[in-house]
T-cell receptor, first 113, second 116 residues
Framework: RKEVEQDPGPFNVPEGATVAFNCTYSNSASQSFFWYRQDCRKEPKLLMS???SGNEDGRFTAQLNRASQYISLLIRDSKLSDSATYLC??????????????FGRGTSLIVHP | GAGVSQSPSNKVTEKGKDVELRCDPISGHTALYWYRQSLGQGLEFLIY????????KSGLPSDRFSAERTGGSVSTLTIQRTQQEDSAVYLC??????????????FGEGSWLTVV
C-alpha cells in the first residue's frame, strides 16, 4: 500500500465548477499535512497547510480527518488558472526514523472555458 | 536570491559518467531535502539533512548516490556511474526546521538530468 494515495484524474471541469480532491495516508503517526500545486515542468509550490479543524483560503478549503486518515481539498468557482496537478503531502516518520514530507502522485485538474 | 537555488538547471551526460548537482537553500534554513521526480511520476524522497548531518538516507536508491552538506548551507548530490534510469529531475527543498514541525518546505526549480 502506498503511503499517500490520490486519484490521478484527470478531473476535467468547466470554469466556475466546484471540484473536490481526496487523499488517504497510511501512517497514523503522521503529524503535518499540506496541499501543493505543481504546474507542468515546474517545481511544487505550497497551496495551503491542512489543519485538524479545517481551513479555508479564498476559494480553497482543506479538511483533515485523522480518524479516517483522509485529507480533502475543495476548489470553488474554478478558474482556468487552477489547471495544474495537486499534490497531497503528509509529514510523518520514514523508514529511516525522521519526519519526512511524503508526496502523493498528484491529481490532475483541467479547467476548460 | 531569496529562494532555493539549484545548478545546473539542465545536464546531459553519457552513461557511466559521474554528475554533481548543487543546491543552495534559503538562508537560515536548517533542514534540506533531496527528491527525484521521473517523467510522469511522483516525488521520490532521497535524503534529508539537518544542519550538516544526514539523519535519513533511506531514499537513496543505490550506493552510486551520495550527498553532503557543508557549513549548514550548500548541499551536493553526486551520482556515480550514471545509468539511463537515473534520468529525472532532481529537486532540492529547504525548511526553517526539520523534525515533526509543520514548517513549509520550499523547492528549487530542479536540475533536469538526462543520461544518454
Amino acid at each position: 500500500r502506498k503511503e499517500v494515495e490520490q486519484d490521478p484524474g484527470p478531473f476535467n471541469v468547466p470554469e466556475g465548477a466546484t471540484v473536490a480532491f481526496n487523499c488517504t495516508y497510511s501512517n497514523s503517526a503522521s503529524q503535518s499535512f499540506f496541499w501543493y500545486r505543481q504546474d507542468c515542468r515546474k517545481e511544487p509550490k505550497l497551496l495551503m497547510s491542512v489543519y485538524s479543524s479545517g481551513n479555508e483560503d479564498g476559494r480553497f478549503t482543506a479538511q483533515l480527518n485523522r480518524a479516517s486518515q483522509y485529507i480533502s481539498l475543495l476548489i470553488r468557482d474554478s478558474k482556468l488558472s487552477d489547471s495544474a496537478t495537486y499534490l497531497c503531502v503528509v509529514k510523518g516518520p520514514s523508514s529511516g526514523g525522521s519526519y519526512i514530507p511524503t508526496f502523493g502522485r498528484g491529481t490532475s485538474l483541467i479547467v476548460h472555458p | 536570491g531569496a529562494g532555493v537555488s539549484q545548478s545546473p538547471s539542465n545536464k546531459v551526460t553519457e552513461k557511466g559518467k559521474d554528475v554533481e548537482l548543487r543546491c543552495d537553500p534559503i538562508s537560515g534554513h536548517t533542514a534540506l531535502y533531496w527528491y527525484r521526480q521521473s517523467l510522469g511520476q511522483g516525488l521520490e524522497f532521497l535524503i534529508y539533512f539537518q544542519g550538516n548531518s544526514a539523519p535519513d538516507k533511506s531514499g537513496l536508491p543505490s550506493d552510486r548516490f551520495s550527498a553532503e552538506r557543508t557549513g549548514g548551507s550548500v548541499s551536493t548530490l553526486t551520482i556515480q556511474r550514471t545509468q539511463q534510469e537515473d534520468s529525472a529531475v532532481y529537486l532540492c527543498a529547504s525548511s526553517p526546521t526539520g523534525g515533526n514541525s509543520g514548517n513549509t518546505i520550499y523547492f528549487g526549480e530542479g536540475s533536469w538530468l538526462t543520461v544518454v
